[in-house]
């Protein structure tokens, strides 16, 4: 999954690809270069994002979301919360909802019911705004387990399927550098909730503080854990990077297949 954020603020890439023909053409070198999927941002979710309203997400989102559609044979993942952006980008061509919210947001949950899309919902401890705000856990991995639970059982009752449903940790949102680290190193205990695990890591705060390095020199922490995500049986990976990261998928896969 090719991250394509059209925000002014996102924490890597605020601004870059705000305009649709540069957001067009960067989706396409990411599917040229192997990503099956393309997720579009139009609200930045770095820790001490604002919220932006629910008309000015869907302008930056739908142009770039029909642009796609129109041109690039990929599935379109859209991240938001915003019921009046799940239901137009589904009309213009999207392909799944990623909402770190697990579809709480006020109408959400039945926004997406009406699209009939997949979902893919994470665990995150209160909002951008407040999330890092010394987030704390009694049974980390019980506690993700257990809302992610909660949340599969909401989207099933409404009426979503529960084989469209994928799941996320959450890694960075409403977590230490601790609670990141063990809940990568047992991320394996998510796979009995039955349902495919999204890990998006790449160029996160985690990296940064275990390498001490900025943003743009996260490439290779980034690599490293999206090797060990295939191989703690992650399904989907969320990247910036995406050539790279299919050179690591597809190494690992050629080995996993060999006799």
């Known amino acids: 999954m090719g991250i394509l954020n059209v925000t002014p603020d996102s924490f890597s890439d605020g601004g870059r690809f705000a305009q649709r023909d540069l957001a067009l053409r960067h989706a396409e070198a990411m599917v040229s270069a192997g990503a099956t999927l393309i997720d579009v941002g139009g609200e930045s979710t ?10 000015e997400e869907l302008e930056r989102v739908a142009p770039i979301v029909e642009a796609i559609s129109r041109e690039l044979d990929v599935i379109i993942s859209v991240d938001t919360s915003t019921p009046a952006v799940i239901r137009e980008t589904a ?6 909802i990623n909402d770190v919210r697990s579809l709480q947001r006020d109408g959400a949950l039945d926004a ?21 705000s010394d987030p704390r856990y009694d049974d ?30 959450g890694f960075g949102f409403g977590k230490t550098l601790e609670h990141n680290l063990s809940l990568f190193k047992h991320m394996e205990v998510l796979h009995e909730l039955g349902r495919p695990l999204l890990v998006g890591v790449s160029r996160k705060s985690m990296i940064g503080k275990v ?9 290779y922490g980034a690599l490293a ?11 989907i990976l969320r990247v910036h990077d995406v050539p790279e990261t299919v050179d690591v998928v597809r190494m690992i896969a050629a080995v996993e297949s060999a006799e």
């Open 140 to 169: 980390l991995l019980g506690e993700v387990s257990s809302f992610l639970r909660e949340r599969i059982n909401a989207c099933v009752a409404a009426g979503i399927a529960r084989e469209q449903i994928i799941l996320d940790p």
């Open 225 to 235: 854990l999206a090797g060990m995500a295939i191989t703690k049986g992650a399904r």
């Open 46 to 55: 770095r820790p001490g994002a604002r919220t932006v309203s629910p008309v």
């Open 112 to 132: 997406a019911v009406a699209t009939g899309l997949p979902v893919c919902l994470m665990h995150m401890r209160g909002e951008p705004t407040d999330m890092q």
């Open 211 to 219: 390498l001490d390095k900025p943003v743009d020199q996260r490439l």
């Open 91 to 96: 009309r213009l061509g999207a392909g799944l």
